[in-house]
Protein backbone atom coordinates (compact mmCIF):
# COMPACT_ATOMS: atom_id res chain seq x y z
CA UNK A 1 0.00 0.00 0.00
CA UNK A 2 1.51 3.48 -1.16
CA UNK A 3 1.15 6.35 1.83
CA UNK A 4 1.36 9.66 0.61
CA UNK A 5 2.35 12.60 2.74
CA UNK A 6 2.06 16.09 1.95
CA UNK A 7 3.76 19.21 3.63
CA UNK A 8 4.94 23.00 3.04
CA UNK A 9 1.55 24.19 2.89
CA UNK A 10 0.22 27.49 4.73
CA UNK A 11 -0.91 31.49 4.92
CA UNK A 12 1.44 33.53 2.30
CA UNK A 13 0.19 36.94 1.17
CA UNK A 14 -0.24 37.39 -2.62
CA UNK A 15 3.20 37.22 -5.24
CA UNK A 16 5.19 35.30 -2.80
CA UNK A 17 6.03 31.69 -3.47
CA UNK A 18 5.46 28.54 -1.07
CA UNK A 19 6.60 24.76 -2.22
CA UNK A 20 4.93 21.69 -1.91
CA UNK A 21 6.10 18.37 -1.03
CA UNK A 22 4.65 15.43 -0.83
CA UNK A 23 6.36 12.11 0.44
CA UNK A 24 5.80 8.49 -0.73
CA UNK A 25 6.11 4.78 1.18
CA UNK A 26 5.47 1.80 -0.17
CA UNK A 27 4.99 0.69 -3.83
CA UNK A 28 7.73 1.51 -6.98
CA UNK A 29 7.94 5.54 -6.39
CA UNK A 30 9.73 5.62 -9.51
CA UNK A 31 7.29 3.85 -11.96
CA UNK A 32 4.36 6.57 -10.46
CA UNK A 33 3.05 9.33 -12.19
CA UNK A 34 2.58 11.73 -9.35
CA UNK A 35 0.35 14.61 -10.00
CA UNK A 36 -1.30 17.74 -7.88
CA UNK A 37 -4.82 19.01 -7.30
CA UNK A 38 -6.73 21.55 -5.32
CA UNK A 39 -10.05 22.27 -3.80
CA UNK A 40 -11.22 25.06 -2.99
CA UNK A 41 -13.87 25.71 -0.45
CA UNK A 42 -17.45 24.22 -1.79
CA UNK A 43 -15.69 23.28 -5.09
CA UNK A 44 -14.51 20.70 -7.37
CA UNK A 45 -11.27 18.50 -6.90
CA UNK A 46 -8.73 20.70 -10.10
CA UNK A 47 -5.70 18.90 -11.61
CA UNK A 48 -3.01 20.79 -11.11
CA UNK A 49 -0.04 19.93 -12.52
CA UNK A 50 1.56 15.79 -13.48
CA UNK A 51 4.85 14.65 -13.90
CA UNK A 52 5.22 11.16 -16.06
CA UNK A 53 7.29 8.67 -14.75
CA UNK A 54 9.97 9.66 -16.75
CA UNK A 55 10.43 12.98 -15.31
CA UNK A 56 10.69 15.12 -18.21
CA UNK A 57 7.60 15.25 -18.99
CA UNK A 58 5.24 17.56 -16.95
CA UNK A 59 1.59 19.24 -18.07
CA UNK A 60 0.17 21.67 -15.96
CA UNK A 61 -3.42 23.39 -15.59
CA UNK A 62 -3.69 26.82 -17.40
CA UNK A 63 -4.44 28.66 -14.46
CA UNK A 64 -1.26 27.65 -13.28
CA UNK A 65 0.85 27.88 -16.14
CA UNK A 66 4.09 29.57 -15.51
CA UNK A 67 4.01 29.65 -12.21
CA UNK A 68 4.58 26.47 -10.80
CA UNK A 69 6.55 24.30 -11.08
CA UNK A 70 6.16 20.12 -10.49
CA UNK A 71 9.70 18.17 -10.07
CA UNK A 72 10.00 14.77 -8.67
CA UNK A 73 12.85 13.08 -6.69
CA UNK A 74 13.14 9.60 -6.98
CA UNK A 75 16.22 8.89 -4.30
CA UNK A 76 14.23 10.60 -2.28
CA UNK A 77 10.36 9.51 -2.95
CA UNK A 78 9.16 12.86 -3.08
CA UNK A 79 7.06 15.12 -5.55
CA UNK A 80 7.13 18.83 -5.37
CA UNK A 81 5.06 22.00 -6.06
CA UNK A 82 7.27 25.02 -7.05
CA UNK A 83 4.96 27.95 -6.55
CA UNK A 84 5.52 31.45 -7.14
CA UNK A 85 3.88 34.65 -7.88
CA UNK A 86 0.26 33.17 -5.96
CA UNK A 87 -2.76 34.89 -5.88
CA UNK A 88 -5.83 34.67 -3.71
CA UNK A 89 -7.34 32.48 -6.21
CA UNK A 90 -5.01 29.43 -5.50
CA UNK A 91 -6.35 29.53 -2.37
CA UNK A 92 -7.42 25.86 -1.48
CA UNK A 93 -6.53 22.21 -0.09
CA UNK A 94 -3.75 20.92 -2.23
CA UNK A 95 -3.36 17.12 -2.25
CA UNK A 96 -0.96 15.33 -4.17
CA UNK A 97 -1.67 11.47 -6.07
CA UNK A 98 0.00 8.56 -7.57
CA UNK A 99 -1.38 7.18 -10.72
CA UNK A 100 0.27 3.57 -10.93
CA UNK A 101 -0.04 3.40 -14.87
CA UNK A 102 0.71 5.67 -17.79
CA UNK A 103 -2.36 7.74 -18.83
CA UNK A 104 -3.49 10.36 -21.33
CA UNK A 105 -6.53 11.39 -18.76
CA UNK A 106 -3.83 12.89 -16.18
CA UNK A 107 -6.28 15.83 -15.41
CA UNK A 108 -9.25 13.21 -14.12
CA UNK A 109 -9.02 12.42 -10.71
CA UNK A 110 -10.56 9.16 -11.58
CA UNK A 111 -6.78 7.85 -13.28
CA UNK A 112 -4.96 7.89 -9.84
CA UNK A 113 -5.52 5.31 -7.15
CA UNK A 114 -3.53 6.72 -4.31
CA UNK A 115 -3.98 10.29 -1.98
CA UNK A 116 -2.15 12.10 0.69
CA UNK A 117 -4.96 13.50 2.80
CA UNK A 118 -3.96 17.56 1.56
CA UNK A 119 -2.53 20.30 3.10
CA UNK A 120 -3.83 24.00 3.26
CA UNK A 121 -2.51 26.74 1.16
CA UNK A 122 -3.95 29.63 1.92
CA UNK A 123 -2.81 33.63 -0.46
CA UNK A 124 -3.88 36.88 1.56
CA UNK A 125 -4.49 39.81 -0.62
Known amino acids: QVQLVESGGGLVQAGNSLTLSCAAS????????LGWFRQAPGKERDFVAVIKSNGRNTYYADSVKGRFTISRDNAKNTVYLQMNSLKPEDTAVYYC??????????????????WGQGTQVTVSS
Open 26 to 33: GGTFSSYE
Open 97 to 114: AANRYYGDAYYDIREYDY
